[in-house]
Every structure is written in structure tokens, then in C-alpha cells.
């Protein structure tokens, strides 16, 4: 029986490089779409922090108000 050698340099270098690209794909822009999707779930991560209370008896409450008295809930 006849192994297969899985080197990780080999295979990025083979199948990571030789495939062509088109010209307006570039790391900037792939950085900065990452950076932006990462800033919206900080912001809704702040914005759900304000109307969520994690309390026992408060927690269904607060659910209800974000769903049904918070714009866009």
C-alpha cells in the first residue's frame, strides 16, 4: 500500500499560487471588508448590551422590549 505525503508547503505551493486571479481582487480590499463586518458586530453586540439585562426574572422581559418596542428589533 502506497502513502500519500500531505506536506502543507507542497500543496500551498502548487494549488495556493498557480491559480490565476482576477486584477480587483488584492489584500486591501479583503482587509477592509473584514474590518467593516467587524465593526457592524461590535456595534450590534454594543447596541443588543444596552437593551439586554441577563437577570433570571428579567431576561424574557427584556427580549419582549428589544422584539417588539426597540426600531429595527
Known amino acids: 500500500m502506497r502513502f500519500i505525503n500531505f506536506d502543507i508547503l507542497t500543496i500551498a505551493s502548487k494549488h495556493g499560487v498557480s491559480y490565476p486571479t482576477p486584477s480587483n481582487l488584492n489584500y486591501l480590499r479583503g482587509f477592509l471588508g473584514m474590518f467593516f463586518l467587524f465593526v457592524c458586530q461590535v456595534l ?29 428589533g
Open 44 to 72: 450590534s453586540g454594543i447596541f443588543l448590551a444596552i437593551h439586554y439585562s441577563s437577570g433570571v426574572s428579567l431576561a424574557f422581559n427584556s427580549i419582549e422590549h428589544i422584539m417588539r418596542d426597540v426600531s429595527f
